[in-house]
């Protein structure tokens, strides 16, 4: 950061997670992410506007990586070489949060219109099935 703020120019991207934005049963990932999002955002505030700088959090939805035992690139799980090129798409747009895909922005849009009771239920039950898909690989 210091020499970006020397040099008056200059883009950090911190990967987060639509997880900080939509539970889907791990607390403890989506509360860490969501903690990556309030820091690109009080960055952006503090360095990126004064400093010329671009500080950005790339939101990602499924992304096929060995950390999800690489599930299949399909309509919402992305390679994680389509996924960077889109993040890098967006970094200039000047938001301190954004949501790299517009598939994965689809499913965060589309998730307020479900009431809070019926998205926990179908939260549940995806993981769930993500689960028993997980446990058929092995």
Known sequence: LPQFIAKRR???????SLASMMGYGHAAYGGDKAK?????DTLQLEYGIP??????????GGVSTPGVNHPEVGFDTLS????????????????????????????ETL???????????????????????MKKRD
């Open 10 to 16: 200059g883009a950090i991207l911190n990967v987060s």
């Open 36 to 40: 990556i999002n309030s820091l690109s």
């Open 51 to 60: 400093y010329n700088l671009t500080i950005q959090a790339a939101v990602a």
């Open 80 to 107: 994680p070489d389509d996924w960077a090129e889109c993040a890098l798409k967006q970094l200039n747009q000047r938001h301190s949060v954004t949501i790299s895909s517009w598939v994965h922005a689809l499913l």
């Open 111 to 133: 998730q307020h219109f479900i009431p809070p009771f019926w998205r926990a239920h179908l939260q549940i039950y995806f993981y769930n099935l993500y689960k028993e898909k």
